[in-house]
């Protein structure tokens, strides 16, 4: 069987590719990761849903692949599986505007080596691909307590609030958003998305939840640990 080439932990550049649904957060991945890091990371493609992701894995079998948690068509957990025969070797570096800690330990025993949220800067995320490449786990410093949390049994990841599951994962998006206090403005330009189509998800949520204003979202997330 053919092996994907270990890069050189210097001189050589990580073959990465970027997945995620948003089209403009993939450019400006492209974009930082290629200002903060030339010569250190060279991404071979791109994807938006869980198909296109395990096509360009099983074409370019690269060394890390960028890995939004939640996609069209099953997340981040399914892109992995999915992808592991085609190219085992490759390591995942979840990169999400999500920090609860069902997603964030969901995804590491799907078989992610590292979890960073989207406000991690260019250069840093350029170091977390190459110590991902090279074989260590990275996290952001709040969510390494999640996992240090939920392997010393202090948080039951397995079981299911069956209310979070009403939810689709554009929702819990936004609803994690606004429980902490952004305004829809904040939202529409976090997700990229219209601050219409958060107006719409909102009230949907709060519908769902049988929930009637955002203190009670707030109240109702706090409660399970999904801030």
């Known amino acids: 069987m053919t092996t994907t080439p270990v890069p050189d932990p210097v001189s050589d550049p990580v073959p990465v590719v970027v997945v995620d649904d948003h089209a403009m957060f993939r450019s400006g991945v492209?974009?930082?990761?290629?200002?903060?890091?030339?010569?250190?990371?060279?991404v071979l493609a791109e994807a938006e849903d869980v198909d296109s992701a395990v096509r360009a894995i099983s074409t370019h079998r690269p060394r890390v692949v960028l890995l939004d948690v939640h996609l069209p068509g099953?997340?981040?957990?399914?892109?992995?599986?999915?992808?592991?025969?085609?190219?085992?070797?490759?390591?995942?570096?979840?990169?999400?505007?999500?920090?609860?800690a069902e997603d964030v330990i969901g995804t590491i025993r799907g078989g992610a080596r590292g979890y960073v949220t989207k406000t991690i800067t260019g250069p840093e995320l350029v170091s977390a691909v190459r110590r991902v490449a090279d074989g260590d786990a990275v996290f952001s410093p709040r969510l390494a307590g999640f996992v240090l949390d939920a392997f010393a049994g202090s948080i039951e990841v397995a079981q299911v609030d069956e209310d979070l599951d009403r939810?689709?994962?554009?929702?819990?998006?936004?609803?994690?958003?606004?429980?902490?206090?952004?305004?829809?403005?904040?939202?529409?330009?976090?997700?990229f998305i219209s601050i219409k189509t958060v107006e719409t998800h909102?009230?949907?949520?709060?519908?769902?939840?049988?929930?009637?204003?955002?203190?009670?979202?707030?109240?109702?997330?706090?409660?399970?640990?999904?801030?």
Do not use: C, F, N
Not at 169 to 187: D, W
């Open 30 to 42: 492209r974009a930082e990761l290629a200002a903060s890091g030339a010569g250190q990371v060279e």
């Open 74 to 100: 099953g997340g981040g957990v399914e892109v992995m599986r999915r992808a592991q025969g085609a190219s085992p070797e490759t390591r995942y570096l979840a990169l999400s505007v999500s920090d609860a």
């Open 167 to 191: 939810l689709t994962e554009r929702e819990r998006e936004v609803m994690r958003l606004i429980a902490r206090g952004y305004a829809y403005k904040e939202v529409a330009k976090e997700l």
């Open 202 to 227: 909102m009230s949907s949520v709060l519908r769902k939840l049988q929930l009637s204003s955002r203190h009670e979202l707030t109240r109702w997330a706090s409660d399970r640990r999904l801030l």
